[in-house]
Structure formats: C-alpha cells, structure tokens
Nanobody, 126 residues
Framework: QVQLVESGGGLVQPGGSLTLSCVASGVSFTRYTMAWFRQAPGKEREFVAS????????FYANSVKGRFTISRDKPKSTVILQMNNLKPEDSAVYYC???????????????????WGQGTQVTVSS
C-alpha cells in the first residue's frame, strides 16, 4: 500500500525558511517522480516543484523559482522541499504527490499523479 506522509509545516515570518519532508512507503522510491503541490483557501491546487525519477531533473513553478529547492534523500525514501525567503502568498496546505508514469510535459498537472499525502499547513505571517 502506497503511503505518503508530509511533515515540517508551521508558522513562519515573512523572509523566513521552512523545510518540508515527505516520506514514501510502499513504493520503489527511485522509480517514482515526486512532486509538491499547494492549495490556498478558495484557490485551486497548484504545482510547486517536481523531481523526475528518470533524469533527476527538477522543475519549479515560476512563483517559487530561486527560493524553493526540491531534493531526494534516497536511503530514507524522502523528498524534501526547502523553502527560503517565504512570502505571505506562499501560505497554503502543501501536498506531496508521486507517480511512476507521469511524463515531463504533464508534471505540472494534478492528473499526472496517482498518490497523494494528507498535506501539511504552511502559514507565512508576521
């Protein structure tokens, strides 16, 4: 059974940093593309970042490029999202997602992912 469990969310001041983690179980971690999405109240869920299992390439939404970094800790089957210089507009529930089949052109779309975590809340406020 595939399970994704996120952690690391919380309250941080603007300009601060947070590190989100997503531990994957029940999957061959290195064979899956892993991604982070987020959803703010009243808004649709949006792509944040992904890391390809085939190439190791990483992709980012324009809104987080240069501030967020996605990486894998393979021995721990964990995908990490390092978030720096946080802004109030980054406040959202952050979700981890996994897929063994999504292609590069579809990585930004929710429909490409079959497995999701329960989400972790990030609030950026002074």
């Amino acid at each position: 059974q595939v399970q994704l469990v996120e952690s690391g969310g919380g309250l941080v001041q603007p300009g601060g940093s947070l590190t989100l983690s997503c531990v994957a179980s029940g999957v061959s971690f290195t064979r899956y593309t892993m991604a982070w999405f987020r959803q703010a109240p009243g808004k649709e869920r949006e792509f944040v970042a992904s890391t390809s299992q085939r190439t190791g390439s990483t992709f980012y939404a324009n809104s987080v490029k240069g501030r967020f970094t996605i990486s894998r800790d393979k021995p721990k089957s964990t995908v990490i999202l390092q978030m720096n210089n946080l802004k109030p507009e980054d406040s959202a529930v952050y979700y981890c997602a996994a897929s063994a089949t999504v292609i590069q052109s579809q990585m930004r779309f929710q429909s490409g992912y079959g497995y999701w975590g329960q989400g972790t809340q990030v609030t950026v406020s002074s």
